[in-house]
């Protein structure tokens, strides 16, 4: 199950001794050499290697459980939402690396319908009845098929409506412009990182605020 588990971690343990402490890939026999070769196989320099795992980025620390899927010799593969947290690059990487795969099978959730277009070539529907039915083929290709899914690709949708209740106002604030949080002059570094990722953040927000 190949998801961004690691997102939580707040370890900082190598990245390198993070992947080759998991006793699912001990127990395949890995060696740390081979650990090494995985992970540099998905994109790590020798300094990404060295960094905490804690330190990197979300699209990075996807890398690792690849890597770390590839390394317990996984048959079947079940990605959710893969794409989260990677930019254009890893996303054109992980369709790539999952394009690759000839002897295993990958089944993924996905909100980025061009992703699935690009990977499926099979799309299994929650159908009217409650069952499932696979249909062959990418998402476009279902979509001809089943004319009703098209609102698959849209953000509007003919069958479905939500209705948001009106927010009132807090205990002690009378005005929907008075702010209710503030921030001024915030920076943010990374565990392990000497460079802060931002700096200088103020901001406020009120109830009459869109975030």
């Not at 060295?50 to 699209?59: F, R, V």
């Not at 996303?91 to 319908?113: F, I, K, P, Q, R």
Request: charged residues 20%; aromatic residues 8%; negative net charge.
């Amino acid at each position: 199950y190949v998801e961004h588990d690691i997102q939580g971690s707040d370890t900082n343990t190598p990245v390198t001794d993070f992947v080759f402490a998991d006793e699912r890939v001990s127990d395949q026999g890995q060696t740390r050499e081979e650990v090494v070769r995985v992970l540099q196989s998905v994109g790590f320099t020798d300094e990404l290697l060295n960094k905490p795992i804690s330190a990197l980025s979300g699209g990075w620390k996807m890398k690792v459980a690849l890597a770390r899927a590839m390394l317990m010799k996984a048959d079947i593969l079940l990605l959710d939402e893969p794409t989260n947290h990677l930019d254009v690059k890893n996303v054109a990487w992980l369709e790539g690396y999952l394009n690759s795969l000839t002897e295993v099978t990958s089944m993924m959730v996905s909100h980025d319908s061009g992703f699935l277009d690009r990977v499926c070539t099979h799309i299994t529907h929650f159908e009217k009845n409650r069952k499932l039915k696979t249909y062959r083929g990418n998402l476009s290709h279902f979509v001809q098929v089943r004319p009703e899914a098209k609102v698959y690709y849209e953000l509007a949708s003919e069958t479905l409506t939500f209705t948001l209740p009106e927010p009132g106002f807090l205990e002690g604030v009378k005005s929907k412009g008075k702010a209710i949080l503030k921030m001024q002059g915030v920076s943010f570094t990374y565990p392990g990182n000497t460079v802060p990722t931002v700096t200088g953040v103020t901001l406020q927000a009120s109830l009459s605020s869109r975030v």
